[in-house]
């Protein structure tokens, strides 16, 4: 699956570890989402963007979400710190990259709305800028997820703590943002019963 351009590589982080807390006791990504498993169309629609890589980062039910990701293909890394919040996950995935990335598109596994073209239209503009710029999906003119990082973030992002992801370094990091409008989806993950229900609404 990969792509190479002149910009260099882009590979996927897709972070699929979490405790999903606010579902009780149970695994958010695991949710059947009419015949398919959250995760597992999350991962299929960054398949069908063809970055150079996926590395799917698991935690909780680390086995139940890796045989749920079998036939795809994703590079399983598991992160036994995953409890100590999303900042280990993104650790674990940059450093499972390899040393020719030139970018990391840091998805979330519970933004099932997410398309491979909504994908694709991050993973273009982060070539169209040079590989130099943030790329964030955005909403209505907001913030959104995901985010494609360049390389000269990676140790940077590596050092973040707790229970925050790449988002986190944005304001302070002084690299350009470009946000890239791709709408609801950019916005709608899955953390509750009722994003659920505005998920089957269809937003």
């Known amino acids: 699956m990969s792509r190479s351009s002149p910009a260099g590589e882009v590979h996927a982080i897709l972070l699929a570890a979490g405790l999903s807390r ?17 995760v597992r169309r999350v ?3 960054l398949a069908d963007a063809h970055p150079a890589s996926i590395i799917a980062v ?3 039910e680390h086995e139940k979400v890796g045989q749920s990701l ?13 409890a100590e919040g999303m900042s280990t996950s993104l650790r674990a995935g940059l450093h499972a990259l390899p040393p020719t990335a030139k970018g990391a598109l ?6 099932p709305a997410l398309t491979a073209r909504d994908y694709g239209l ?19 003119g907001h913030p959104g997820n995901p985010v494609i990082l360049p390389r000269n973030l990676f140790e940077t ?32 993950d899955i953390d509750a019963y009722e994003d659920l229900q505005e998920f089957s609404r269809g937003g």
């Open 22 to 38: 606010r579902m009780g006791e149970r695994n958010k990504l695991l949710i059947d989402l009419g015949g398919e498993i959250m």
């Open 43 to 45: 991962a299929r629609a």
């Open 58 to 60: 698991t935690g909780h």
């Open 70 to 82: 079998e036939g795809l293909p994703v590079i399983l890394v598991h992160n036994p710190d995953f």
């Open 106 to 111: 840091v998805a979330l596994g519970d933004m």
């Open 122 to 140: 991050l993973l273009e503009a982060f070539r169209r800028e040079g590989a130099d710029a943030i790329v964030r999906a955005a909403y209505d």
């Open 157 to 188: 992002a590596a050092k973040i703590r707790g229970d925050a992801g790449a988002r986190a370094l944005l304001g302070s990091s002084g690299v350009r943002i470009v946000d890239v409008e791709i709408g609801v989806a950019a916005r709608l």
